[in-house]
């Protein structure tokens, strides 16, 4: 029997610190304290893993990274984030930390001291193509790469051993300080091919079942997931499939990539991808919906397809946000949770979460099941998750009117546990009945 890895049924709760604890201006007092005092609500919606977005020292939106190994002060201090992690792991909560490996923050202490002494700074190698005979925007007399062109972002030579060793022992303070249990990886897709086999080679030793999850937008997903590189990425081609499907009522759009990643022929099928409806970097899910009511079937798609379910701070909610030509901070708002329920039009839409959440821990069909698409057309998708022991026969109807399928009536018992009835034997068939805008999920013990 193989051992059971946390992760492979754990659904996340996503925060970014600096948007959820305050602004980025000012300090307020011990501003992680107040991510602490939520993490009951947070198991109490019944999540089991929380990903924190840029925790330690820089100047901005926290990827531009000036101390691995200091809580940015504008959150709070190293003691804080033990506390909160400490408190997290007590009520069964797992904690995952943003990995900004590819690049760092103009104040980053390595490039200081190229500023300071060029050709002759023992670190002139820690950055990729660093040219003393150019200049940039900042007439620093010296370029450098870059993350898409932004100067603020100075990209490290990750082929450097001693980078290598500098970032690896960040993990490892990481680990020790704060017991992390994995770490996503932001812009993944620009990272070193041998850096990422380093990194999983150090993962798999630091701590049991350490979780490596990557940020990938575009690609061939496979050229990163693999036993000797990450576990999971992002799964942005369902990111988009899922909103567009609903917006556009054309489930082919979205059934064709779950067939094309999770089928009996998936090219996906033995990796547990990372799923969300929205999240710091792109506009709320309220936003991107054009018929509000779809949060509910789209939400219980999230959960039932192949994957690992995330949901972004405040969506439960369904708070609204876009970015612009020049923020993204309409997406990282502070988090009044009092307010965000008084001012919500979706009160019911957390306590689906939550019974959703309860589903993924319950049911491991709907965790490891295989995928298998069973009806498709523009406003309805239904398909089946099944394990040794249990299927999911799962329905989404995006209709503004009741639908109806027919399954052959298989032995076992069989509950829709999304609307608590036992559905009808008709003439040897079993019946899925879909509410508009709704779903269903029924589980047959086999």
Not at 40 to 48: S, V
Not at 133 to 160: A, C, F, V
Not at 326 to 343: G, W, Y
Request: charge should be negative; charged fraction near 25%.
């Amino acid at each position: 029997m193989t051992h059971k890895k946390w992760y492979e049924n754990t659904p996340f709760y996503h925060i970014y610190p600096l948007g959820f604890c305050g602004d980025l201006i000012g300090k307020s007092n011990n501003p992680l304290q107040k991510i602490t005092e939520h993490l009951d609500y947070i198991q109490e919606l019944g999540f089991r893993g929380i990903y924190l977005g840029p925790l330690f020292e820089s100047v901005s939106h926290g990827y531009d990274t000036t101390d691995y190994f200091q809580v940015d002060d504008r959150l709070g201090s190293n003691h804080d984030l033990k506390r909160l992690t400490q408190q997290a792991h007590t009520k069964g909560i797992k904690v995952i930390l943003d990995g900004v490996f590819n690049h760092v923050g103009r104040n980053f202490f390595a490039f200081r001291d190229i500023l300071e002494k060029r050709e002759d700074s023992s670190y002139k190698d820690w950055f990729e193509n660093l040219n003393f005979q150019s200049d940039n925007h900042h007439h620093d007399r010296l370029s450098y790469d870059t993350w898409e062109n932004h100067e603020e972002l100075i990209k490290l030579n990750l082929k450097s051993t001693d980078v290598q060793n500098h970032l690896f022992s960040a993990i490892q303070f990481w680990v020790d300080a704060f017991d992390i249990d994995g770490l996503r990886l932001d812009a993944a897709d620009c990272l070193d091919w041998d850096f990422l086999k380093n990194l999983r080679t150090f993962a798999d030793k630091v701590k049991a079942d350490f979780w490596l999850m990557g940020e990938i937008i575009h690609g061939d997903y496979n050229q990163w997931l693999s036993d000797d590189q990450l576990h999971s990425v992002t799964n942005y081609e369902c990111y988009k499939g899922l909103f567009s499907s609903f917006n556009d009522r054309n489930f082919f759009e979205i059934g064709y990539s779950l067939h094309r990643q999770f089928g009996p022929n998936g090219i996906y099928k033995d990796r547990a991808l990372y799923n969300f409806l929205d999240n710091h970097d792109v506009d709320r899910i309220r936003s991107k919906c054009n018929n509000a009511v779809d949060l509910y079937p789209l939400h219980i798609m999230l959960y039932t397809i192949p994957g690992i379910p995330s949901i972004y701070y405040g969506s439960e909610w369904a708070i609204e946000g876009k970015r612009t030509d020049t923020s993204d901070m309409e997406l990282r708002p502070v988090f009044d949770l009092e307010q965000i329920k008084r001012d919500s039009h979706f009160q019911d839409l957390s306590s689906l979460i939550n019974r959703l959440n309860e589903f993924r821990m319950r049911y491991d069909s709907l965790n490891r099941g295989d995928y298998t698409q069973i009806y498709l057309d523009h406003s309805q998708l239904i398909f089946k998750r099944e394990t040794e022991s249990e299927i999911a026969y799962v329905g989404i109807n995006a209709s503004n009117s009741e639908f109806v399928y027919y399954f052959e009536w298989e032995e076992g018992h069989c509950e829709d546990v999304l609307n608590s009835h036992v559905p009808k034997d008709t003439n040897g068939k079993m019946t899925m009945r879909l509410h508009p805008n709704w779903g269903s999920i029924i589980i047959r013990k086999k």
